[in-house]
């Protein structure tokens, strides 16, 4: 009798250890490492994170798009619309992330000030929130590495590229969201919407000839803050995805820069159409109304043919807002094309696909958004 009690006590101790082993095993097949978007390998645990916190520009509206928004456990100041205290240079332009979760961000303890005026983690902070993962916008190796060594858990950083939406980097950085937050379905659900919408704009527009393209210049892009009429691209990504000739084809600067004015003087014979972004309203207006002449060699002027788009940089891009401005874009260009395209319910859509909520009333609605998508004239800058 004693050695069948040893005997069930030893075989109760194998099968124990074996059940050990078993779970160590799935714990290490859970485990992965994976590649970040500014090249670092990090060890991560997919599925598993409970408690996030999104820091540096653009993060937190990323992991919006994709994430559970109930495991965020500290916002950066700038998201968080009840504070007196914190960085508002962006308050009057519409982030639609925030104007969806706005509540949720308020809600939450701080992890860092966030901002262009803040460009580094808050250690600190982070860590009184208690997060299982970051997801960061600062794309410096060394100082996420050093980071992640602090707070002892994985720093995640992302990256979108020049292109912003229109970049292969934007599907790589959602991809990568959704698998770490066991999201991929929702990931791939965004990503397929996007390629629709653009294949779409290609469908519309690929057989107009080039004699019937107008030459369209884009202004008033921010580049580390708000510019002029003078601030364009000559590689405007939302122009290509819409076959639209640009005005500003010999610029030799690359992304955002600005031109002369003897040289925006010498295009304007060339310029039917001219479109300004939002954000650059309030320094163009106080330039109008000191120079109402500023404008009279410019042929989209004189014809009635200046347009507003939204404002799409706030904190790094709003990738829904550039999205949609390719679309009202491509409808003001090639008005016969997209008759049947209602900005309005585009936008909502759009938002609809990206956050889950129609936003056009609301981001119209915005003091740095003027009433929405719209033709200007010389009452709207006096």
């Known amino acids: 009798m004693k050695t069948n009690r040893i005997l069930a006590f030893v075989l109760s101790v194998l099968l124990l250890l074996s059940l050990c082993a078993c779970g160590d095993t799935n714990a290490d097949s859970a485990a992965a490492t994976v590649t970040d978007m500014i090249g670092r390998e990090v060890a991560v645990t997919p599925g598993s994170y409970k408690r996030v916190v999104c820091i540096g520009a653009g993060a937190l509206r ?84 050093a980071l992640q060594e602090q707070l002892g858990v994985p720093v995640i950083t992302l990256k979108t590229g020049p292109n912003g939406i229109f970049d292969a980097a934007f599907g790589d ?62 590689h405007y990504a939302p122009f290509a ?28 014979k060339d310029m039917d159409i001219m479109v300004i972004d939002a954000a650059a309203v309030k320094n163009i207006a106080p330039l109008y109304q000191a120079d109402p002449a500023m404008f009279d060699a410019c042929k989209a002027w004189q014809n009635g043919q200046v347009y507003l788009q939204m404002a799409y940089n706030a904190y ?43 936003l056009a009333e609301q981001i119209f609605a915005c003091p740095a958004s003027f009433g929405g998508y719209q033709k200007l004239d010389a009452a709207f800058f006096s």
Request: with cysteine.
């Open 173 to 234: 950085s959602m991809r990568l969201l959704g698998m770490l937050f066991d999201a991929a379905d929702r990931a791939d659900a965004l990503l397929s919407f996007v390629d629709d919408q653009l294949a779409e704009l290609r469908r519309r527009t690929a057989d107009i000839p080039d004699a019937d393209k107008p030459a369209v210049y884009i202004c008033g892009l921010g580049n580390w803050g708000t510019a002029d009429h003078l601030m364009t691209s000559r």
């Open 62 to 145: 990323m992991y919006s798009y994709v994430g559970d928004l109930s495991l965020l456990c500290g916002v950066e100041d700038i998201d968080n619309p009840t504070l007196a205290d914190r960085p508002a240079m962006f308050d009057g332009v519409a982030r639609p992330y925030v104007l969806s979760y706005g509540d949720t961000f308020a809600a939450l303890p701080s992890c860092g000030a966030g901002g262009p005026n803040a460009q580094a983690a808050e250690a600190e902070k982070i860590l009184s929130c208690a997060p299982d993962i970051v997801i960061s916008e600062y794309e410096d190796a060394d100082k996420a590495d």
């Open 316 to 358: 790094y891009t709003n990738y829904e807002i550039s999205l949609m401005n390719a679309w009202f874009v491509a409808k003001t260009v090639y008005p016969d094309a997209f008759a049947d395209i209602d900005m309005t319910a585009k936008t909502n859509e759009i938002t609809r696909a990206f956050l889950g909520q129609e």
């Open 241 to 268: 995805a819409a076959n639209i000739r640009n005005a500003v084809t010999a610029l030799d600067a690359p992304g955002v820069a600005p031109i002369e004015k003897e040289a925006f003087a010498a295009l304007g």
